[in-house]
């Protein structure tokens, strides 16, 4: 049985721990009119030209750390959301489809993707590949923002992303309009 993003959304704020976002409470994060709560085990890094915030995900045990970047271009800008899902894919050998879904936070279309495989790593201003990452995950969101769209990436070993998961989704799950 498949569940929808919104479900799955649902269950995990259902099971988190009322502590997770108690820990440390940090700067909420912010861009394209919307702001969203940074989880308390995720690290806040510095952005760069193409990123408005990164954040450091505790790696899994025996596993390496990911790495949750947000991206935001201004309005009009950055291309559609389905071009957006169809790139994400072709971050990884193969480009196969990402699995996709869609729901509704505090009343903004917000679209989710996943995908798993090996990851290409893609970076730099032509974004070519810095070497192949195999066992990676992908966790994607869009939300359309009342300033843009913005980009939600998750990235890193399968088991990091999977324990980081309820954490994600509470990020995405926390977005609201300033």
């Known amino acids: 049985m498949s569940l929808s993003f919104k479900a799955v959304l649902a269950a995990s704020l259902l099971t988190l721990a009322p502590a997770t976002f108690a820990a440390a409470p940090a700067a909420p994060g912010a861009a394209g009119g919307i702001q969203w709560t940074v ?9 760069s030209a193409m990123r408005v915030a990164t954040y450091a995900v505790p790696a899994a045990k025996g596993a390496e750390p990911g790495e949750c970047a947000v991206f935001f271009f201004g309005g009009g800008q950055g ?5 957006n899902v169809a790139r994400w894919g072709k971050q990884f050998e193969g ?4 699995k996709s879904t869609t729901a509704t936070v505090a009343g903004m279309r917000v679209t989710r993707a996943e995908l798993a495989g090996t990851y290409l790593a893609p970076g ?7 070497g192949k990452r195999t066992g990676y995950r992908l966790l994607g969101a869009i939300v359309e923002a009342p300033g843009g769209n913005v980009f939600f990436k998750l990235t890193g070993p399968a088991a990091t992303i999977a324990v980081a998961q309820a954490d994600f989704d509470a990020l995405v799950a926390s977005v609201r309009k300033k």
Do not use: H, N, V
Request: aromatic residues 4%; proline residues 20%; hydrophobic residues 30%.
């Open 95 to 98: 480009a196969p489809a990402p």
């Open 124 to 130: 730099g201003p032509m974004m070519q590949s810095t």
């Open 79 to 83: 291309g559609g959301i389905e071009d």
């Open 39 to 47: 989880p308390a085990r995720w690290t806040p890094g510095a952005g």
